[in-house]
């Protein structure tokens, strides 16, 4: 089965079950994937797929913090609850620790010396980690050890 028809199906489970916040977030996130599909006249790669669901999850994390700094707890609730749902679509993220050592196994790589090497180290744990490397977390430690 592929994902968007797994979507559906978690979709139509939501309608009936009558929890509208999951059936609206993927309504809105079937929605992002066939723009994407008809944009590329092509079916989803597992890549896109991914990149999508990722995209909307740093959305509704950004969206989330504003309303919690904006003092709008309610609002802030309501991103939360999407982002796990959206989460579930989403490979396991490494473990701080498992980006740690991925890191310095790059940097040894590539024998990365300054934090001018920055960029190609991100690269590289960005690609290595096969889309299961939270960049943000990943970017912190790169610079924590290139400094």
């Known amino acids: ?83 796990k749902i959206i989460q579930e679509y989403l490979p396991k993220q490494l473990s701080e620790q498992e980006t740690l050592k991925l890191i310095k196994t790059v940097i040894t790589q590539i024998s990365a010396k300054s934090i001018s090497d920055i960029g190609k180290v991100m690269s590289l744990v960005m690609q290595q980690g096969g889309g299961k490397v939270d960049g943000g977390i990943a970017n912190r430690i790169a610079k924590q050890l290139l400094q």
């Open 1 to 83: 089965m592929d994902y968007t028809e797994k979507i559906k199906q978690d979709m139509y489970q939501a309608m009936k079950a009558n929890e509208k916040v999951k059936a609206n977030i993927l309504r809105s996130l079937l929605a992002s994937l066939k723009r994407k599909q008809i944009e590329d006249k092509n079916t989803l790669s597992e890549e896109i797929f991914y990149t999508i669901v990722k995209k909307m999850a740093k959305q509704l994390k950004e969206s989330m913090e504003v309303y919690y700094k904006a003092g709008r707890k309610e609002l802030a609730e309501t991103e939360k609850s999407e982002l």
